[in-house]
T-cell receptor, first 117, second 116 residues
Framework: DTEVTQTPKHLVMGMTNKKSLKCEQH?????MYWYKQKAKKPPELMFV???????INESVPSRFSPECPNSSLLNLHLHALQPEDSALYLCASSHKTGVRQKNEKLFFGSGTQLSVL | AQSVTQPDIHITVSEGASLELRCNYS??????LFWYVQSPGQGLQLLLKYFSGDTLVQGIKGFEAEFKRSQSSFNLRKPSVHWSDAAEYFCAVGASRGSTLGRLYFGRGTQLTVWP
């Protein structure tokens, strides 16, 4: 299994809603990431989890709340989002974070397309 | 700080023609460079990467890229394009040894259109 699975694929929510995005991998990776990609733009890093601990928060607003309950699962909880938060949210994973080796690779999921109304 | 420039927003080629997508990077030390491809509404797929060693890197789907330190470039090439290669292509640079692998800085992307 070399996949990163994201659910749901599409999500429409209002500005007062609370929703969660889910990401799962069973490759034994201990580093997981959330990226945000606006239309026609490159992906931008939001959060990095290393061994289930948050190691990087790229100054993301608190209406985005990540959670890593175990080594296979990464969630992104959404609350009181704004229309400008509409984007493709990509999850990724890699074997580990701190050591750069030639066989290291970042695996991306297909993303959740989020629309905030 | 590291950054990536992809000067071409959109490139159109005919099927069977050769392809070169340009990428220039800015980074003080030896960079770690990547090319990703993305189809509409999909995640990113790694085509190839350069960490060290041989400056000509072979990737999947017949792609290759050459790292040229003197020009700060990492251009992607393919000798004969197929219609299925139509997609968005992103060049990315990673931080130095010991830093987080997934902390990539992406260029703005090049949209490739392939004419039959």
């Amino acid at each position: 299994d070399t996949e990163v699975t994201q659910t749901p694929k599409h999500l429409v929510m209002g500005m007062t809603n609370k929703k969660s995005l889910k990401c799962e991998q069973h490759m034994g990776h201990r580093a997981m990431y959330w990226y945000k990609q606006k239309a026609k733009k490159p992906p931008e890093l939001m959060f990095v989890y290393s061994y289930e601990k948050l190691s990087i928060n790229e100054s993301v607003p608190s209406r985005f709340s990540p959670e890593c309950p175990n080594s296979s699962l990464l969630n992104l909880h959404l609350h009181a989002l704004q229309p400008e938060d509409s984007a493709l949210y990509l999850c990724a994973s890699s074997h580990k974070t701190g050591v750069r080796q030639k066989n290291e690779k970042l695996f991306f999921g297909s993303g959740t397309q989020l629309s905030v109304l | 700080a590291q950054s990536v420039t992809q000067p071409d927003i959109h490139i159109t080629v005919s099927e069977g023609a050769s392809l070169e997508l340009r990428c220039n990077y800015s980074y003080g030390a030896t960079p770690y460079l990547f090319w990703y491809v993305q189809s509409p509404g999909q995640g990113l797929q790694l085509l190839l990467k350069y960490f060290s060693g041989d400056t000509l890197v072979q990737g999947i789907k017949g792609f290759e890229a050459e790292f040229k330190r003197s020009q700060s470039s990492f251009n992607l090439r393919k000798p004969s394009v197929h219609w299925s290669d139509a997609a968005e292509y992103f060049c990315a640079v990673g931080a130095s040894r010991g830093s987080t692998l997934g902390r990539l800085y992406f260029g703005r992307g090049t949209q490739l259109t392939v004419w039959p």
